[in-house]
């Protein structure tokens, strides 16, 4: 079975501060994709990454995925409330998610 | 908006009671999906579908019954849950197998079973 594991679990921030969240497996992926979760709402697709090593920037946000296709991480530089929500990284054909990261970014 | 929309948002039932979920999707979309998504736990896919056929059933209990008359409406019949069947269920759209499965998602309607 395929797991992807996310890190960290919870992230409680200042507005202002940057961060970074993880997304592990032992497996390779032909793609992953990250979706940000708001309360009461259900998940939104941010970046789909497709090649090991690549990099995409979403305004804030910057996407990387690892150059053996096994890992991905999402930074976000100078963190808004508006950022608030649950960060979800999912396995590209597998359709299987992380637990995901609960960010927290207070003013 | 991301042209999913799902009805009720909210639904309290009893355990003796049969409900359905809807689903419906505007994007041209081909597979339709069902997620479960629980306190502490990551979300589940419970069925998907695929130009209307049923390709996947996750070992949902049989008290789950999908249908999907269409490509753009997919629905869950409930009935005899339990409560630890609360939870937001989530359906989603994407094009087809073969595509990199990009989801789209609705609100999701927030079950509570009594």
């Known amino acids: 079975t395929q797991l992807l594991e996310q890190s960290p679990q919870f992230l409680s921030i200042q507005e202002g501060e940057n961060l970074t969240v993880y997304c592990n497996s032992s497996?390779?992926?032909?793609?992953l994709q990250w979706y940000r979760q708001e309360p009461g709402e259900g998940p939104v697709l941010l970046v789909t990454?497709?090649?090991?090593?690549e990099v995409k920037k979403l305004k804030r946000l910057t996407f990387q995925f690892g150059d053996a296709r096994k890992d991905s991480s999402l930074h976000i530089t100078a963190a808004q409330p508006g950022d608030t929500g649950l960060y979800l990284c999912?396995?590209?054909?597998?359709?299987?998610f992380g637990k995901g990261t609960t960010l927290s970014v207070s003013s | 908006e991301t042209g999913v929309t799902q009805t009720p948002r909210h639904l309290v039932m009893g355990m003796t009671n049969k409900k359905s979920l809807k689903c419906e999707q505007h994007?041209?979309?081909?597979?339709m999906y069902w997620y479960k998504q629980s306190a502490k736990k990551p979300l589940e896919l419970m069925f998907v579908?695929?130009?209307?056929?049923?390709?996947e059933n996750n070992s949902v209990p049989s008290r789950f019954s999908p249908e999907c008359p269409n490509s753009s409406h997919l629905f869950l019949h409930l009935h005899t849950l339990q409560p630890e069947d609360s939870a937001l269920y989530l359906c989603?759209?994407?094009?087809?197998?073969?595509?990199?499965?990009?989801?789209?998602f609705g609100p999701g309607t927030r079950l509570t079973v009594t």
């Open positions: 994007l041209g979309h081909n597979a």
């Open positions: 990454v497709v090649t090991g090593g």
């Open positions: 579908y695929n130009f209307k056929e049923q390709t």
């Open positions: 999912r396995a590209g054909t597998a359709l299987i």
């Open positions: 989603a759209s994407s094009q087809p197998q073969g595509a990199l499965y990009e989801q789209y």
């Open positions: 497996s390779v992926f032909s793609s």
